[in-house]
């Protein structure tokens, strides 16, 4: 009874946590609309274009920071999922996705901090 119960508990936690990356998209998604149509309003107004496209820059860092937290949700909820019943085939499955996953990830954060750090440089430089 015990261990049923905590296969339905972890189960429902899994369900949960992939509720949560469903939201956390959905928050990313919004803000981004958001700040495009910013953006797009902006860009019939005369103004500096490497502002302009440090502006674009910045959404889709945003928006890629907001992803990735997501797609850690989302590996939480496999490993859940998968740690309740087990079989090889889950396994497997487990194992492409976390792979997939966390090579957009590091990939993600590689262009994040490579952002960052283009932005720092004129501060540095600057100070």
């Known amino acids: ?10 189960l429902m936690l899994s369900t949960i946590t992939e509720g949560v990356a469903a939201f956390v998209i959905a928050i990313a998604v919004i803000e981004g609309a958001f700040r495009t149509l910013l953006l797009i309003l902006q860009s019939f107004a005369p103004g500096d274009a490497a502002s302009t496209h440090e502006a674009k820059e910045d959404v889709r860092l945003r928006l890629g920071r907001w992803l990735a937290l997501a797609l850690e949700f989302l590996l939480a909820a496999d490993i859940l999922r998968t740690a309740v019943a087990p ?6 499955q487990l194992a492409a996705i976390a792979t997939i996953r966390t090579a957009l990830n590091y990939f993600l954060q590689i262009e994040i901090d490579k952002a960052d750090r283009r932005r720092a440089a004129p ?4 100070g």
């Open 1 to 10: 009874m015990t261990a049923e119960l905590i296969k339905e508990l972890t």
């Open 87 to 92: 079989t090889w085939s889950e396994i497997g």
């Open 123 to 126: 501060d540095s430089a600057a």
